[in-house]
């Protein structure tokens, strides 16, 4: 692992069990000075647990939490120079706002006309001024958040962490918030470490993605990588919705591998020879918006006939669900200004691609075809 | 418009003071009953009164429509309660103040003049002002003592009892289940004088450092004032310990965990985050405790010396025993009032918005 003087936070091969539980297995990565980062998975993935164990919450069973360079795993929350904005706020409610953003330095004996000063600032860079005098119960969920947020970064920790922090707010709030946050990390200019279910909002914010599965951290990378290029089948179905198709590399052709199909035929795969070598269970990813319907199969062979069974209109885009001949269901996401080909619901149709807009996994998936993250199935299981 | 929607809005504009008026009414023939402040044929009357101001009511109410039912309705739910305190709590009062103001017609007469004689009352005080100074320092010693052994025990079980919580709440609230009376007396049997209380104290010596501490006095534990406070404590313990347990089991954890992740020490976070929020549960709880802690007679009866009795001790005797109702009425109204003066001072100065 590069650790470089610019990261923050480094954990080094950390793990979590209770009991035979594994909550972390061997968490082992690096969060640089002013990075926006962002701990995707499903609930009981061991995000959560990851960020407690960053916050001094939680001690590790196995590895090292270093902070600043300088290993914290033994010291108590209230010793670390790291801040967390809890998922329900924990706002304290029998004091006013001035007094819950004060409460920080005046643990730590600043002095009362400087806390003043700070505390002012910082309800500026939140926007909430004018409402230092107010209780936190007279505040909206939205203020209360960013009350949360001025009571962590006043201190000016080394990193921020937040807890599902927009988990609480309702959607249109919750876009609204995305925005602010981004804002006020490129204003203090603090690394920001946040958990976070939903992928839309990890996709949105975050400089880098840490996706998480089972204690497992199943990859990290910028989210253009992880969406492009996801390291397994679980992250390629967990962000974004994937159409994944089990075949096996039958040939390679230079640098592009040609993959037979459990579905019938044979495809190119663009530049991915090198990875995977001849005879390979591997499963083709081509995400949804890169289907092209069309009423004719692709002269190249790059295409799929199937029914199309539904057709949703969704305003900039049109969903098709097409269902192949051996019962494999495939999204299709169609810009719906382009020129459609007229296609009625129930008619034959074809799916095509270019050559470069698939993408290779090892592996077989549980269920062919489109698999998609369904917010709110996790929404109900937290 | 039909003469039915005519008379139905008449009725309505008129329902809430007729509700409250209706009400009034009632209270007071109740109260005049109950004191009886009347007498002969006026009691018919007042009877009718009441009847007729009860059925009207009703008959309003059906006759009035959706409207005045509407506004008729907290009246009507009002009105139980209101003529229960009036008949159960006013006319008391009224009886007590009145008898407190008035002579026995002879020394073995149980019939009252009404003659605003005030000498009832400097005769509660001049009789018995220390009764009453033992009562309220007793009762704020055993207050302070709820508090200082509820209190943590409270945490413990709000924050650290887990799966326990309510086996141990009812482990408190267990011994409550029998009576009064009998807990309080065996007591007298744990701190007799050869009781092994005693007796263990003795062996190992605490003894002496109990008789410098004014707790035993010449080898005794019962009929001391140590053992009637010590009563008053355990008897009002549940009524301290409940409500700061409610107000403390009210508390996020995660409050305090934000304190700690904002550099506070444990102490520090108790003392700026949990104490102030258990706050409305110790006021409660003093509330529960003081009050009736400064009426009581049970544990200075028996757990006290003649020299430890208490304001509700004298009380009792005076009204039981030496059958002098206008000086026991005098002292249970100065008991009342001075609990009523403390109590308001007491919220003036701790009182919350909040009491919970």
Same mark, same amino acid.
Request: proline share 4%; with cysteine.
């Given at each position: 692992?590069?650790?470089?003087?610019?990261d923050?936070?480094?954990?080094?091969?950390v793990?979590?069990r209770?009991?035979?539980f594994?909550?972390?297995?061997?968490a082992?990565?690096?969060i640089?000075t002013?990075? *926006?980062?962002?701990?995707?998975g499903p609930s009981?993935?061991?995000?959560?647990?990851?960020?407690?164990?960053?916050a001094?919450?939680?001690?590790?069973?196995?590895g090292?939490?270093?902070?600043?360079?300088?290993?914290?795993?033994?010291?108590?929350?209230?010793?670390?120079?790291?801040?967390?904005?809890?998922?329900?706020?924990a706002?304290?409610?029998?004091?006013?706002?001035?007094d819950?953003?004060?409460?920080?330095?005046?643990?730590?004996?600043?002095?009362e006309s400087?806390?003043?000063?700070?505390?002012?600032?910082?309800l500026?860079?939140?926007r909430?001024?004018?409402?230092?005098?107010?209780?936190?119960?007279?505040?909206?969920?939205?203020?209360q958040q960013?009350?949360?947020l001025?009571?962590?970064?006043v201190?000016y920790?080394s990193?921020?962490l937040?807890?599902?922090?927009?988990a609480?707010?309702?959607?249109?709030?919750?876009?609204?918030m995305?925005?602010?946050?981004?804002?006020?990390?490129?204003?203090?200019?603090?690394s920001?470490?946040f958990v976070t279910?939903?992928?839309?909002?990890?996709?949105t914010?975050?400089?880098?993605?840490?996706v998480?599965?089972?204690?497992?951290?199943?990859?990290?990378?910028?989210?253009q990588?992880?969406?492009r290029?996801?390291?397994?089948?679980?992250?390629?179905?967990?962000?974004?919705s994937?159409?994944?198709?089990?075949g096996?590399?039958?040939?390679h052709d230079?640098?592009?591998?040609?993959?037979?199909?459990?579905?019938?035929?044979?495809?190119?795969?663009?530049?991915?020879?090198?990875?995977?070598?001849? %005879?390979?269970h591997?499963?083709?990813?081509?995400?949804?918006?890169?289907?092209r319907?069309?009423?004719q199969a692709?002269a190249?062979?790059?295409?799929l006939?199937g029914?199309?069974?539904?057709?949703? *209109?969704?305003g900039a885009?049109?969903?098709?669900?097409?269902r192949?001949a051996?019962?494999?269901?495939?999204t299709c996401?169609?810009?719906?200004?382009?020129?459609?080909?007229?296609?009625a619901?129930?008619?034959t149709?074809?799916?095509?691609?270019?050559?470069d807009c698939?993408y290779?996994?090892a592996?077989?998936?549980?269920?062919? %075809?489109?698999?998609?993250?369904?917010i709110?199935?996790?929404e109900s299981?937290? | 418009?039909?003469?039915?929607?005519?008379?139905?809005?008449?009725?309505?504009r008129?329902a809430?003071r007729v509700g409250l008026?209706a009400?009034?009414?009632?209270?007071?023939?109740?109260?005049?009953l109950?004191?009886?402040?009347?007498?002969? !044929?006026m009691?018919?009357?007042?009877?009718?009164?009441?009847?007729?101001?009860?059925?009207?009511?009703?008959?309003?109410?059906?006759?009035?429509?959706?409207?005045?039912?509407?506004?008729?309705?907290?009246?009507g739910?009002?009105?139980?309660?209101?003529?229960?305190?009036?008949?159960?709590?006013l006319a008391?009062?009224?009886s007590?103040?009145?008898?407190?103001?008035?002579?026995?017609?002879?020394?073995?007469?149980?019939?009252?003049d009404?003659n605003w004689?005030?000498?009832?009352?400097?005769?509660?005080?001049?009789?018995?002002?220390?009764?009453?100074?033992?009562a309220?320092?007793?009762?704020?010693?055993?207050?302070?003592?709820?508090i200082?052994i509820?209190?943590?025990l409270?945490?413990?079980?709000?924050?650290?009892?887990?799966?326990?919580?309510?086996?141990?709440?009812?482990l408190?609230?267990?011994? +409550?289940?029998?009576s009064?009376?009998?807990?309080?007396?065996a007591?007298s049997?744990?701190?007799a004088?050869?009781?092994?209380?005693v007796?263990?104290?003795?062996?190992v010596?605490l003894?002496?450092?109990?008789e410098?501490?004014?707790i035993?006095d010449?080898g005794?534990?019962?009929?001391? !004032?140590?053992?009637v406070?010590?009563?008053?404590?355990?008897?009002?313990?549940?009524?301290?310990?409940? !409500?700061?347990?409610?107000?403390?089991?009210?508390?996020?954890i995660?409050?305090?965990?934000?304190a700690?992740d904002?550099?506070?020490?444990?102490?520090?976070?108790?003392?700026?985050?949990?104490?102030?929020l258990?706050?409305?549960?110790?006021?409660?709880?003093?509330?529960l405790?003081?009050?009736?802690?400064?009426?009581? +007679?049970v544990n200075?009866?028996?757990?006290g010396n !003649?020299?430890?009795?208490?304001?509700?001790?004298?009380?009792?005797?005076?009204f039981?025993?030496?059958?002098n109702?206008?000086?026991?009425s005098?002292?249970?109204?100065?008991?009342?009032?001075?609990?009523?003066?403390?109590?308001?001072?007491?919220t003036?100065? +701790?009182?919350?918005?909040?009491?919970?």
């Amino acid at each position: 692992m590069g650790e470089s003087v610019s990261d923050v936070i480094v954990l080094d091969h950390v793990s979590k069990r209770y009991g035979d539980f594994v909550a972390v297995h061997d968490a082992n990565f690096s969060i640089a000075t002013g990075e *926006f980062f962002a701990m995707l998975g499903p609930s009981g993935c061991g995000k959560t647990t990851t960020l407690k164990m960053i916050a001094g919450f939680e001690q590790p069973t196995a590895g090292r939490v270093m902070l600043d360079g300088i290993d914290v795993s033994d010291v108590p929350p209230y010793k670390r120079n790291v801040n967390t904005v809890f998922q329900q706020y924990a706002l304290f409610p029998h004091m006013s706002v001035f007094d819950n953003v004060a409460f920080g330095p005046r643990s730590k004996k600043v002095d009362e006309s400087k806390i003043k000063t700070s505390v002012m600032e910082m309800l500026e860079i939140v926007r909430l001024n004018d409402f230092a005098q107010r209780k936190p119960s007279q505040l909206s969920g939205g203020q209360q958040q960013r009350v949360a947020l001025a009571r962590a970064l006043v201190n000016y920790p080394s990193a921020l962490l937040l807890d599902e922090p927009l988990a609480a707010l309702d959607l249109k709030l919750r876009e609204a918030m995305q925005i602010e946050l981004k804002r006020i990390q490129r204003e203090v200019g603090i690394s920001f470490i946040f958990v976070t279910h939903d992928q839309g909002e990890a996709l949105t914010m975050s400089d880098r993605i840490a996706v998480m599965s089972q204690g497992h951290v199943e990859q990290i990378g910028t989210p253009q990588e992880i969406y492009r290029s996801p390291a397994s089948l679980f992250v390629a179905g967990f962000i974004g919705s994937a159409n994944l198709l089990p075949g096996t590399v039958q040939s390679h052709d230079g640098a592009d591998a040609v993959v037979a199909l459990k579905a019938g035929s044979a495809i190119r795969v663009a530049g991915q020879a090198s990875a995977h070598a001849i %005879g390979a269970h591997v499963s083709v990813m081509l995400r949804p918006e890169r289907l092209r319907p069309s009423e004719q199969a692709d002269a190249n062979g790059q295409s799929l006939q199937g029914t199309l069974t539904d057709l949703v *209109f969704q305003g900039a885009t049109a969903r098709m669900i097409v269902r192949l001949a051996d019962g494999t269901e495939l999204t299709c996401l169609a810009d719906s200004s382009a020129r459609m080909p007229q296609i009625a619901v129930g008619a034959t149709m074809n799916v095509s691609w270019g050559a470069d807009c698939g993408y290779i996994l090892a592996g077989w998936p549980e269920k062919a %075809g489109s698999n998609t993250t369904d917010i709110d199935h996790i929404e109900s299981t937290l | 418009m039909t003469a039915t929607v005519v008379r139905q809005n008449r009725i309505a504009r008129n329902a809430d003071r007729v509700g409250l008026g209706a009400m009034i009414v009632a209270s007071i023939c109740l109260v005049a009953l109950g004191t009886r402040l009347v007498s002969g !044929p006026m009691v018919s009357v007042i009877v009718l009164v009441l009847i007729l101001d009860l059925v009207g009511v009703l008959v309003l109410a059906a006759r009035g429509g959706p409207e005045a039912r509407r506004l008729l309705a907290p009246y009507g739910l009002l009105k139980p309660g209101m003529l229960w305190l009036a008949l159960f709590f006013l006319a008391p009062v009224w009886s007590l103040i009145r008898i407190s103001l008035s002579t026995k017609e002879s020394r073995f007469s149980v019939n009252y003049d009404f003659n605003w004689a005030f000498q009832n009352y400097t005769k509660a005080f001049s009789d018995f002002g220390s009764q009453f100074q033992r009562a309220f320092l007793y009762a704020a010693i055993a207050t302070v003592l709820t508090i200082l052994i509820g209190y943590p025990l409270a945490y413990v079980i709000a924050f650290r009892g887990g799966k326990y919580k309510n086996i141990l709440l009812g482990l408190v609230v267990i011994p +409550f289940f029998t009576s009064y009376l009998i807990r309080t007396i065996a007591w007298s049997t744990i701190l007799a004088d050869r009781g092994f209380v005693v007796r263990a104290m003795n062996a190992v010596g605490l003894g002496n450092v109990f008789e410098w501490l004014h707790i035993m006095d010449n080898g005794k534990l019962l009929n001391t !004032p140590a053992a009637v406070i010590g009563g008053l404590t355990y008897n009002f313990l549940p009524f301290m310990l409940l !409500p700061i347990y409610v107000s403390l089991e009210k508390i996020d954890i995660n409050l305090v965990n934000a304190a700690g992740d904002l550099y506070s020490s444990a102490t520090r976070a108790f003392r700026k985050v949990v104490l102030p929020l258990s706050i409305p549960g110790v006021f409660a709880g003093t509330l529960l405790t003081f009050i009736p802690a400064a009426g009581d +007679f049970v544990n200075a009866q028996f757990l006290g010396n !003649p020299n430890t009795t208490m304001i509700g001790n004298s009380i009792q005797d005076q009204f039981l025993k030496q059958n002098n109702y206008p000086v026991a009425s005098a002292m249970a109204a100065v008991l009342m009032v001075s609990i009523a003066t403390l109590v308001l001072l007491y919220t003036r100065i +701790f009182g919350t918005e909040d009491l919970a």
